[in-house]
């Protein structure tokens, strides 16, 4: 079982910048995919980014491209999404989960296990 835990939320003013993390154990992370998900303040849950372990391959929702940027460090088991030019629509739980996967994007009902989310608000 993947255990998940995410880090680096908080609040940052518009046009700012985050770095968020999700560090994994319990498990080497060979075949997996990893996604982030965000659940706003009323808005259903949604996928924003994910990365593929296995080929590399990456995934952006529209609303996020140019501005987000996910990557890995394998030696540190650790994804990170790099989160630049900060919105008020940004503002949510930020999720990580993995899915055993090989290649982004990922069916949403294989990601299986998730972190504890973290808050990332973007306001004046």
């Known amino acids: 079982q993947v255990h998940l835990v995410e880090s680096g939320g908080g609040l940052v003013q518009p046009g700012g910048s985050l770095r968020l993390s999700c560090a994994a154990s319990?498990?080497?992370?060979?075949?997996?995919?990893i996604g982030w998900f965000r659940q706003g303040p009323g808005k259903e849950r949604e996928g924003v980014s994910c990365?593929?372990?296995?080929?590399?391959?990456?995934y952006y929702r529209t609303s996020v491209k140019g501005r987000f940027t996910v990557s890995r460090d394998n030696a540190k088991n650790t994804v990170f999404l790099l989160m630049n030019s900060l919105k008020p629509d940004d503002t949510a739980v930020y999720y990580c989960a993995a899915a055993v996967w090989n290649t982004c994007p990922a069916p949403g009902d294989s990601f299986r296990s998730w972190g504890q989310g973290t808050q990332v608000t973007v306001s004046a």
């Open positions: 990365i593929s372990l296995t080929d590399d391959s990456t």
């Open positions: 319990g498990v080497t992370l060979g075949d997996y995919v």
